[in-house]
């Protein structure tokens, strides 16, 4: 599944970048049962490249989770295409 991450501030262009993330998740259909409202927070630390020079960069990325869809892999998809350039 391909989701969108904002960093809000690149510190290489002090610009903000939106990327796609490909994120890989559990779904367990067999435990529906549990409160699917309990959202959970987790961080990842990322490589990403700034569009304007290719320099990378690391970042803290914040994704949800509940217990029926844990996160399993986070990559980088490169830059999404809805990024404002000016
Ligand atoms: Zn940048």
Redesign the pocket.
Known sequence: MIEKIKIDK?P??S?S?TYKLEVERDQLIGMITLESSQYETIKFMRIFS???NGSVFKAKITLYQTPISKIKAVKIRGISNETQDN
């Open positions: 690149c290489i262009c610009k970048h700034c569009p304007k």
